[in-house]
């Protein structure tokens, strides 16, 4: 199927983006624009394949688990790319940010791209909105994440001899906590608008089921993590900490509790 | 001397490090009634008194709030909506009822659970169930749930809308949402021997097709002590899982009823002459079951959630407006 040959040759395209950038980095070298030109060309094949299917099936990528990875590696790269684009001082921390887009494009790879069937309480604005929230606020916390793991990778001698063109401690931790608070905006977002769909879909607004519970705890320890920025004057090391640990729940909430119960987010026959 | 006490019991409780520790206990609730599957309610009324008090402390106290009004609005915004779901969990309603196509709702709810303050109007709702329509994908995949239901509106006039899927009936705040739980109801006529007024009512099946193959009931006969097993027995195939199909009644059926050691197989409007009475089998019929909610606090808490996010959104975009994010260097 032609929508799956160029979903295998966005991904082609972004591990080129992504080995490339870690090659850079490792040999002091820029080839800023050739990283960019592969992002964009994968994300252009990407969203003819993405779009193919929605086409074909009727509905969006958010049934199937090949779905939600294949759209989550394509809002993660539109993210990702975007800050590559407007912010060329953190550039570099593609190579932080790329190995965790290649760990999931594996996981997409092994994936039965079979069809699924779209639940009846599927049929409704508040999907979208909720998920496009849910995406802007993971695509942040990606960003702080690559920008942490440069500040925590300048703890070595490699890093900090790799890493060195990139502005100071400060202002990284400066512009990951600008990420994370875009996050933080967003991920209340993506509350309230699935609280709406929950509203709608199964007559309760919040029930603490599995993704649920997970999603606040997402957005308990982001809350931690902005406050204790400004409350401890944490020391940019400190921080990028934080900002790993949000991600590491972010990242279970997204790829690991939807795969673990489907209580709440799939129809009962 | 106590305007000194107050103050300083106030600056102990605005403590931001008190913020961060009411947010790991919180945080450490959630997981505790998450693991051990506790009422959720209870585990987290203490941190969340906690934080609410610690919240208002801050706003009182810390100048900073004076400074940054996006900022402030964000903080009164969630110590708002702690008091709204704090009323909201007082005064709420959640239960389940299921009724027979063409049973009229009369108040009474097979499960109940309800806040403390609340002041019951349910028993005023009415609403007939007019049938549902469901239509299956291959695989048996369940599409849009359609149910005709008929009520009185505020102005006594008589009304029938679909509800389904999204759409739920709103009568005096309950709103009445259909379930996946739905199946088929066989109605029996009881007349009994004394002479009192015959009795109908219906038999809810398990629901279908989750139950296709347990479609059997066992029921008692009003005013005896006799227990009826009735099970529904048909050859077609009603959703098929090869192709596209629609939830309906079998267009023959047989409905077998056993009373002690006696079974019978009847056909509607066959009946059986008991000592105690006589039983008629009416006719097969669907049922189909509701969640019922209530919470008047919900469109509050929708306004004040975006007031509050819009709130925090305007203050971190003003902060981050006064620089550009490309700068290398910090000022």
Known sequence: ?269 | MFQSSVMILLRRLASLKLTLVALIILGAAIWYAYIYEAPATWVLVPSLLLLALNLIASVATHPAFRRMSGLLLFHLGLITIVLLVALGRLTYLKGKVELAQGEEFGGQLMEVEAGAWHWGRLDQVRFINEGFRIAYAPGVQRGQTRNAVRYLDGSGKEQVMDIGDHTPLVLSGYRFYTSPNKGFAPAFIWHPATGGAPVLGTVHLPSYPINEYSQAREWQLPGTAMRVWSLLQFDEVLIDPASDSEFRLPNRHRMVVRIGERRYEMQPGDAIDLAEGRLVYDGLRTWMGYTVFYDWTIHWLLVVSMLTVSALGWHFWRKFAARPWNETRLA
């Open chain 1, 1 to 269: 199927m032609i929508e799956l040959k160029c979903l295998w040759a966005a991904l082609v395209a972004y591990v080129f983006a992504g080995s490339i950038s870690i090659v850079a980095v490792t040999l002091k070298k820029r080839p800023e624009r050739t990283v960019l030109g592969l992002m964009v060309l994968g994300l252009l094949l990407h969203t003819i394949s993405i779009a193919m299917r929605w086409e074909r099936l009727g509905h969006g990528p958010f049934i199937t688990l090949f779905e939600i990875l294949s759209s989550n590696v394509w809002s993660m790269m539109v993210a990702f790319a975007l800050a590559y684009w407007r912010i060329p001082p953190i550039r570099p921390s593609a190579a932080v940010v790329m190995p965790v887009l290649f760990m999931v494009m594996g996981w997409l790879i092994m994936t039965n791209p079979g069809e699924g069937h779209l639940p009846p309480t599927y049929h409704t604005i508040w999907l979208y909105i909720h998920i496009g929230f849910g995406k802007v606020f993971f695509g942040g916390v990606l960003v702080a994440l690559g920008i942490s793991g440069v500040i925590l990778a300048r703890r070595t001698a490699f890093g900090a001899s790799r890493f060195e063109r990139l502005p100071e401690d400060k202002r990284l931790a400066e512009l990951s906590f600008r990420c994370m608070a875009i996050g933080f905006v967003f991920e209340t977002l993506m509350l309230i608008a699935g609280a709406i769909w929950a509203q709608d879909a199964w007559g309760r607004y919040w029930a603490w089921d599995p993704l649920e519970t997970w999603a606040f705890l997402t957005w308990l320890v982001l809350a931690f993590s902005l406050h204790a920025r400004f409350t401890l004057k944490l020391s940019p090391r400190a921080g990028s900490i934080l900002v790993v640990a949000v991600f590491i729940v972010a990242f279970l909430t997204f790829f690991g509790v939807p795969f673990i119960s489907t209580s709440a987010h799939k129809g009962a026959v």
